[in-house]
């Protein structure tokens, strides 16, 4: 027998899937749950089984981007090639290139960050606090290998994290250009670097 709430999961993803391609067709602000009802194959008395509102389904969209953008993180901080300083250094690339590949492939998907960002505080200051933890992880490697010297790794990644946020906000990715971004994170960390190292 089948488990319900695989069923009720999956679908959820379908509703998802529909919503995500909806807003970044036409934007969050003209979008409807009856669109969305519609793209996933439903009625919207039945859409509404699985989410309260628009703005629920706009806030799990987020959330999966969130998701990826931070596995994507892990993935390239848990390089075993790479030393702390270049696990620094692949963070804030990461974090900045996963934003500007997601502003060039799903442009109205700014819409939905910016109501998140101005509705859901909760998930943002989660977003935040899961980068903390993964800057901990690199400035606790750092300290195993002898490059960093540092006391506290949560409160020092509270304040690298509040160092490079330029990078890891898609609403600033308009100010400059790629180069100009790159070379910016380069200078950034490499300062970051040189105080880490003199703690």
Not at 22 to 38: D, L, N, P, S, W
Not at 96 to 119: A, D, F, G, T, W
Request: with cysteine; proline share 2%.
């Amino acid at each position: 027998m089948a488990n319900p709430d695989i069923d009720i999961e999956q679908i959820r993803q379908l509703i998802l899937d529909a919503a995500q391609n909806r807003f970044i067709t036409y934007g969050y602000g003209k979008t409807t749950m009856v669109e969305i009802a519609q793209d996933s194959s439903m009625s919207a008395a039945n859409l509404y089984r699985y989410f309260e509102n628009k703005q629920d389904i706009a806030a799990a969209c987020v959330e999966r981007c969130m998701a990826t953008s931070s596995q994507r993180i892990r993935d390239a901080i848990r390089n075993p090639r790479l030393s702390a300083a270049q696990k620094l250094h692949a963070f804030v690339l990461e974090a900045y290139r996963y934003n500007l590949e997601m502003n060039k492939n799903q442009p109205k998907i700014s819409e939905l960050v910016e109501y998140v960002c101005q509705e859901r505080h909760a998930m943002i200051y989660e977003k935040i606090e899961a980068r903390i933890a993964l800057l901990a992880e690199i400035l606790s490697y750092g300290n195993q290998t002898g490059e960093f010297n540092v006391d506290d790794v949560v409160a020092t990644g509270r304040h690298v994290y509040a160092s490079i946020t330029l990078f890891d906000v898609p609403v600033f990715l308009h100010l400059f250009d790629a180069e100009e971004f790159e070379s910016l994170i380069r200078g950034v960390v490499d300062l970051l670097l040189a105080g880490l190292r003199k703690r």
